[in-house]
């Protein structure tokens, strides 16, 4: 007689913005974790704007994280050369240039919005980290926008209407204040089983043992 087991499922919520590195990183450090562990995971991406009033012409990064948070020149060169070696050990390509910039992200968070919809968020997600830190592509364009949307296997002309329409604008706003109002104030931000915090992107192992955690209390 076969008896058949049910593997539990942990439900990971990830609050995140689409231009933050940290947030892809913290990603990829998740995903091999759950590797690690054999565990499955139900994920969900919540938004958050690290810069809700930056206009749409954006903003030289470099300027931007010197006048945002005082770092040099060198620090923020120091910095792009960590995450470029991180994400190669992750096997992300991090491609900084002296032409980098930080733009705005509210429409890119209303089409993920859509796209969880149809059940094809997480691909969406990817294709816009790789469009904005790999291809070095403005994501706060709609024509990128709807590439990234191509690229996640969605339709492309049913994302036009659906940035067209503003059917998703109070539901992105309403998102970020949710978890605003739940103390959420930097990202990643990760919750795991609606029980575990963890803020930051965490390395592998801390990942894995909060998932084992979730694992365990499951059984």
């Not at 592509?137 to 969605?154: C, P, Q």
């Not at 539901?171 to 609606?194: D, H, L, N, Y």
Request: aromatic share 8%.
């Amino acid at each position: 007689m076969t008896v058949e087991t049910t593997r539990p499922i942990v439900q990971i919520d990830i609050v995140s913005d689409v231009v933050c590195p940290w947030c892809i990183v913290g990603f990829l450090q998740l995903d091999r974790a759950l590797a690690q562990t054999g565990a499955l995971a139900r994920l969900r991406w919540h938004p958050f704007e690290l810069n809700p009033g930056m206009g749409p012409e954006g903003q030289d990064l470099r300027a931007h994280i010197m006048e945002k948070y005082g770092s040099t020149a060198e620090q923020s060169q120091t910095a792009r050369a960590r995450l470029t070696a991180i994400g190669a050990e992750l096997g992300f390509a991090f491609n900084f240039s002296d032409d980098s910039r930080i733009v705005n992200t509210f429409r890119a968070h209303q089409l993920l919005d859509w796209a969880e919809g149809q059940g094809r968020q997480h691909p969406l997600k990817m294709a816009l980290f790789a469009a904005y830190f790999s291809e070095g592509r403005d994501v706060s364009d709609d024509e990128v926008l709807i590439k990234a949307v191509t690229a996640a296997g969605l339709d492309p002309e049913a994302a036009r209407s659906a940035l067209a329409s503003g059917a998703h604008v109070d539901r992105v706003r309403e998102k970020e204040a949710f978890w605003t109002s739940r103390g959420i104030s930097g990202v990643p931000s990760m919750v795991f089983g609606g029980k575990y915090l963890l803020t930051g992107a965490q390395g592998v192992e801390n990942y894995a043992q909060v998932i084992g955690r979730c694992l365990t209390e499951a059984a």
